[in-house]
């Protein structure tokens, strides 16, 4: 039997998940947790061979969890599950450790199908995303000019943004005009959904 555990703070997807893997004869989910913390906690107490992880979760995020179950249970297989695929967030997966990299909206068999896949050493990326990932425009902003304008969500005071980054009000707005131009948006509210949707944040 291939031991598994489910992460998703998505009780309604988590669930389902486990009714369908319970159906493979050679599956058993011995532990399901609704955050990362809670993920990790399980991972240590049930040791499961592969662990499937939602990749935007409370508390600590499917990679941060990847990247310590890589510390703490090298053993254990990590499959990303997400139900925003953005090509931007396949390498980061893969270089934290996991070994899978998949949408949510993957055909019914296909977890099944890759579960034993990592569970035997192998690796699965969804071809669709491994495609977009080498398309992917690049991030055409400076370091800086992420972090200034990652923080300017929720249209954020230019001071609060300057206090946070310990830049002057100046500074912050040079970045976030910046990043408006070089994005060729009109605002910066619309330069962070740019940004956001195209996973560069």
């Not at 980061?92 to 579960?115: F, R």
Request: proline share 6%.
């Amino acid at each position: 039997m291939i031991r598994v555990m489910l992460a998703d703070d998505e009780d309604l997807i988590r669930t389902a998940l486990a009714a369908l893997l319970s159906l493979e004869e050679d599956i058993e989910v011995v532990a399901q947790a609704q955050d990362g913390r809670a993920a990790v906690e399980a991972a240590a107490a049930h040791r499961p061979d592969v662990a499937v992880l939602d990749l935007e979760m409370p508390k600590m995020d499917g990679l941060e969890v990847t990247a310590e179950l890589k510390r703490s249970l090298p053993t254990c297989a990590v499959i990303i599950l997400t139900g925003h695929a953005r090509p931007t967030h396949l390498q980061p997966a893969l270089n934290t450790g996991a070994k899978a990299y998949l949408p949510k909206g993957s055909p019914g068999g296909t977890l099944a199908d890759v579960i034993r896949r990592v569970h035997e050493g192998g690796r699965y990326v969804d071809p669709g995303l491994a495609a977009d990932a080498l398309t992917a425009p690049e991030c055409p902003l400076t370091p800086r000019e992420v972090e200034v304008l990652r923080l300017a969500e929720y249209d954020t005071p230019v001071s609060t943004i300057a206090a946070k980054t310990h830049l002057s009000v100046g500074t912050v707005r040079n970045y976030l005009t910046a990043a408006v131009s070089k994005l060729g948006v009109s605002s910066r509210t619309e330069a962070f959904r740019l940004a956001h949707e195209n996973g560069w944040l």
